[in-house]
């Protein structure tokens, strides 16, 4: 029989979250009653802006990245929390994701298992058409009421689940085993917001119901339990799945397994669990990613069993073989990425959340904005809604800020922002290539102080120096330097020419910074800058400068903005510095991780597993300006935007495959084009010449230069470190030790 099953999984939770100690504490009790009662340690809380269909279209763009659109046939949409008792969610997912028009979309419920059932009415269409794939979102939220019995289960999350032939990840056996029986342990009338649930008659019926699916699912199948190396389940609390787990082994004659190696055997499939809480329909799938994402083994061929329950009830036991290369189609690192970056929300901030109302008579609602990822609710207008594709994860009002309070009670603001390296796209990027570049732990950090008088006071420690200006004398620069800029856009000067003194650009982004917040101010403020980002080494200090700098201004003001908005006018800022620039350093300066941008479409991607080191040649006598500047002849050509194209398309393969061979070959192609096109010094050719002769591959991952005989940084690939300690010290090179970073500007 043809194979079908999972080709892609991805899941999404929303980008606030509430630890089960807050609301423990709030609540006046021990937080074990939570955490141990529970096993489960943090909600994810949905903000206004956020629902099913945003948080479907979120994890369905992450699924589709390596998937042509025009392959899917069929969009299946379950849940248990539906905005419309007409028209399926889908048909709005369908237009946020630019799904073909031929391509059937369908709501499906019955309560937790409505995932299942999409998946399992999925697969003949499959196996009768193989060529075709089908996309499956389940996306849910967990919600009780404010104090309810259930408020410490609640949650959020949606699976994007690509079924196809030949699938990469999951192929799924024949067999499987249902019972259905109408029971009322929990339901939602149509007149109610929040669900009614009969706690414990719903945990009973968990457990029947898994015994019954086991028994006809064996007698079918005619496997045993360790013929599964792990066993999945719908997850509606985890300490639920404990006992799920354990009552499977009394059943298989397998009580005396000693606790701790029976909770190991399940404690992967809980991870993203014990975080996001509850997310229905999409549980059992978060489940699996977490197991597949955490497991240490090799799974491939193995077994995996499935349990799924939904509530009136519906229940399903079926099974599926691990594929040979799964790992290569993984999203771990955007997963992990995802529950990290997550704003920790105060008890306030949550119930503040929480009572947001959706208007219900059709009148006009325009929706606040929060941090909702890819996709927003805009507004509610004639009982439509409103939604939109943002280009970037917006930053919501609330941001977790370090604030320490002196006796004298001045408030300090810290901010980092990490600098990044491109792993591809140097210069093609500028003229609308894609690019993919990769933040790492090193930071600008920016410090803000209340200053009595009304002026800005600016250290600059990695410059040494200080600067004391007026708010005049700061509008005036700015208008100098924005003339100085349209005079390099005409033609009549040098980008070099713009900024006179490299602290002039933290001066500018604070000028058009306030000037954007139409603040005149009652008093003044104390900026200081330290960086531990080499300057000009192509490591995006500039825009870690810009970010940290706007955004600790912000906040100490208390005058945050959206991510988007902030990008703005960061981008006229950097765009001083460098002339033209593609934005995409302030992107990872925001954001963290690893980004592929094309033109305005930015899309996280892995971080790379591999051995990956940093070795800095020194300053670069021009600067990124004038490099761009100095080489754009060389872009007039189409098949030179062609070849960086390639090249950026083949590291973006190795990433996701997260293959070192595939990895090194398209760094050393990089290195060609980039010495084609001058500016990769001879020294640095040597340099990258004996790295590549001792099986080694390198390239400089920023502008590098076209004067002198410094690059700035250079990115090796190697699994020998003692070869390129060896080779570096010969060209008197340091090597710098750094690793990927999730976050984006933060709380320092």
């Known amino acids: 029989m043809l194979k079908v099953g999972i080709d892609i999984l991805s899941i999404y939770t929303p980008r606030y979250a509430l630890s089960l100690a807050e609301l423990a504490k709030a609540r006046g009790i021990d937080a074990d009653k939570y955490q141990a009662g529970l096993g489960q340690y943090t909600m994810s809380v949905a903000p206004p802006g956020e629902d099913i269909v945003t948080m479907a279209a979120n994890a369905g763009l992450q699924a589709l990245q390596h998937t042509s659109v025009n392959e899917i046939e069929m969009l299946l949409f379950a849940t248990e929390s539906s905005i419309d008792q007409s028209k399926a969610a889908g048909t709005y997912v369908h237009e946020l994701l630019g799904l073909p028009s031929r391509c059937r979309i369908v709501e499906l419920k019955q309560a937790c298992y409505a995932g299942t059932a999409a998946i399992q009415l999925a697969l003949p269409y499959l196996r009768e058409n193989p060529t075709k794939k089908v996309l499956v979102i389940a996306s849910d939220i967990a919600r009780y009421g404010l104090n309810t019995p259930g408020e410490s289960s609640q949650g959020a999350g949606a699976a994007a689940i690509i079924l196809s032939a030949n699938p990469r990840l999951i192929a799924f056996d024949p067999e499987f085993a249902v019972v259905t029986e109408n029971v009322m342990d929990f339901w939602r009338p149509n007149y109610l917001h929040e669900a009614l649930v009969d706690g414990k008659y719903s945990s009973k019926l968990y457990l029947t119901m898994l015994e019954k699916t086991w028994q006809q699912y064996t007698a079918i199948s005619k496997r045993a339990f360790r013929d599964h190396a792990y066993h999945c389940y719908h997850i509606p609390v985890p300490r639920l799945v404990e006992k799920a787990h ?67 009830c519906v229940a399903e036991y079926f099974s599926g073989v691990v594929q040979e290369n799964y790992r290569g189609v993984l999203f771990s690192s955007h997963h992990a990425n995802l529950l990290e970056s997550r704003t920790q929300l105060t008890y306030d901030e949550y119930v503040k959340l929480y009572q947001f109302n959706y208007v219900e008579d059709g009148s006009q609602q325009d929706i606040p904005h929060y941090d909702t990822g890819a996709f927003r609710l805009t507004r509610l207008q004639q009982h439509k809604r409103i939604y939109e594709k943002i280009e970037s994860v917006q930053v919501a009002p609330i941001v977790r800020i370090k604030k320490e309070v002196k006796e004298n009670t001045q408030t300090i603001i810290k901010i980092q922002a990490p600098g990044k390296l491109i792993l591809s796209g140097e210069h093609a990027v500028v003229y609308g290539n894609p690019a993919i570049a990769m933040a790492i732990n090193r930071y600008v950090t920016a410090t803000v102080t209340r200053e009595s008088r009304p002026q800005v006071l600016l250290h600059l420690s990695d410059l040494a120096h200080h600067s004391r200006l007026s708010f005049d004398a700061l509008r005036s620069l700015k208008d100098r330097i924005k003339r100085k800029y349209h005079g390099f856009i005409r033609g009549d000067y040098s980008i070099r020419d713009v900024l006179q003194k490299p602290f002039e650009l933290a001066q500018f982004a604070l000028s058009v910074f306030a000037e954007s917040l139409h603040l005149p101010l009652p008093h003044g403020v104390n900026v200081h800058v330290q960086s531990d980002l080499p300057m000009g080494c192509g490591m995006g200090s500039s ?55 094309h033109g305005s479409q930015l899309q996280h991607r892995n971080v790379p597993v591999m051995p990956m080191y940093l070795i800095n040649t020194g300053t670069p006598q021009t600067t990124t300006g004038q490099c761009v500047e100095s080489v754009s002849s060389y872009f007039h050509s189409q098949s030179l935007k062609d070849e960086f194209a390639v090249v950026t398309k083949a590291m973006d393969e190795a990433l996701a495959q997260q293959s070192l061979a595939a990895m090194q070959d398209a760094v050393r192609e990089n290195h060609r084009l980039l010495t084609r096109i001058g500016v990769v010094p001879a020294r640095v050719q040597q340099f990258i010449a004996d790295i590549e002769a001792a099986d080694g591959a390198a390239k400089i991952c920023g502008a590098g230069t076209v004067a002198g005989e410094q690059a700035g940084a250079v990115l090796v690939l190697s699994h020998d470190e003692k070869m390129l300690t060896s080779i570096s010290n010969r060209f008197a090179y340091s090597v710098l030790p750094i690793s990927a970073e999730s976050r984006g500007v933060h709380a320092a």
């Open 246 to 312: 354990h009552y499977l082994l009394k059943l298989n004659g397998e009580s005396e397994v000693a606790e701790e190696i029976w909770l190991k055997e399940i404690q992967d499939l809980l991870i993203y669990g014990r975080q996001l809480g509850n997310s229905y329909t999409a549980s059992l799938y978060v489940g699996l990613a977490s197991l597949l994402d955490h497991v240490n083994e090799s799974l491939a061929g193995k077994r995996l069993g499935f349990y799924s329950y939904g509530s009136g």
């Open 543 to 597: 825009a870690a400068t810009i970010i940290s700098v706007m955004e600790a201004v912000s906040h100490y003001l208390q005058k945050p903005m959206t991510a988007d908005a902030l990008y703005q006018i960061a981008l006229e800022a950097e765009n001083m510095q460098h002339g033209n620039s593609s934005g995409l350093d302030l992107r990872v300066a925001q954001q963290g991780g690893c980004l592929y941008m």
